[in-house]
């Protein structure tokens, strides 16, 4: 897959970027993923970060003043790094999260955001 293969090797280009990955959080499914995960294991990340988003989808405590709108992406921060979750919209079931563990030295966390938004706008263009 084109589209995605360029959308993670674009993530890795992002200044910090430790690794990345698409994942079905519905499934908790890595599609695709590059460069280190968490404790080595892309497809438990995969899964924390499914968990992640579902729980944050499901809680009444997210819901914005704003009718219908949606969850956009999320932050975690660690003392050594960010973990950036970045809902890919579609026009169809909107299933995909792209995300990127991001060094918290060498990183900008405004930088890799407005970055990641362009990524997860191109990959529903490809």
Known sequence: MPGVENCLQEAMAIPGAIGASIVDYTTGF???ATGAAPNSDHDAAAAGTADVVQAAQSRSLFVSAIPHDLL???IITTAGGYHL???VQTDFDSRLVLYVWLDRVRGNLAVARRRMQALAEDLVAT
């Open 85 to 87: 979750l970045r809902l």
């Open 30 to 32: 890595p599609v695709a």
């Open 72 to 74: 956009e992406d999320l």
